[in-house]
């Protein structure tokens, strides 16, 4: 089974970026579903953005300042974050449709 490992997360300040990355331990083919999602303490987990060969999908929260992108060659998914805000402090975790796989989660946390 594929595995996902997710990386970039860190802290920044409020206005800042972070680009994340997600490297699969196998092949990414194009009819893959990517997702980025996360969860804040005590909230549930929540779509970020998603990635198909048709469809592009952004929670309303992040739209416009959100890009997700995948590198089919490298096996990896990004998601570019640009005007961050302390309410996108959660931990993001990659996803995988193809056999519901999930990475570790990176904690991305931004302060005021």
């Known amino acids: 089974q594929v595995r996902l490992v997710e990386s970039g997360g860190g802290l920044v300040q409020a206005g800042g970026s972070l680009r994340l990355s997600c490297v699969a331990s196998?092949?990414?083919?194009?009819?893959?579903?990517m997702g980025w999602y996360r969860q804040a303490p005590g909230k549930q987990r929540e779509l970020v953005a998603s990635?198909?060969?048709?469809?592009?999908t952004y929670a309303d929260s992040v739209k416009g300042r959100f890009t997700i992108s995948r590198d089919s060659a490298k096996n990896t998914a990004y998601l570019q974050m640009n005007s961050l805000k302390p309410e996108d402090t959660a931990v993001y975790y990659c996803?995988?449709?193809?056999?519901?796989?999930w990475g570790q989660g990176t904690q991305v946390t931004v302060s005021s």
């Open positions: 196998g092949s990414i083919f194009s009819f893959d579903v």
């Open positions: 990635l198909s060969r048709v469809t592009t």
């Open positions: 996803h995988l449709d193809r056999g519901g796989v």
